[in-house]
């Protein structure tokens, strides 16, 4: 079970998190927001470590990705 969850949680999953980060700042730049790769880097690590830290898991990209703030 344990590796089940590394998968979900490795690294090409952290990749991704970071390249939809990525693609917000297109529509988020119009807010004044964008962030840069380092800070979406830390962003997806925080994430991780509250995830793992309140025994949590997240399936699927969770908030990420989505750019109706009403969904």
């Not at 800070?39 to 989505?66: H, K």
Request: aromatic fraction near 4%.
């Amino acid at each position: 079970m344990s590796s089940d969850i590394t998968l979900l949680s490795g690294a090409p999953a952290k990749r991704q998190a970071v390249v939809e980060i990525a693609r917000q700042n297109d529509f988020t730049a119009s807010y004044g927001l964008a962030l840069t790769q380092k800070e979406a880097v830390e962003l997806i690590e925080t994430r991780s470590s509250s995830l793992e830290n309140t025994g949590r898991l997240e399936f699927g990209a969770g908030a990420i990705g989505r750019t109706d703030p009403r969904v």
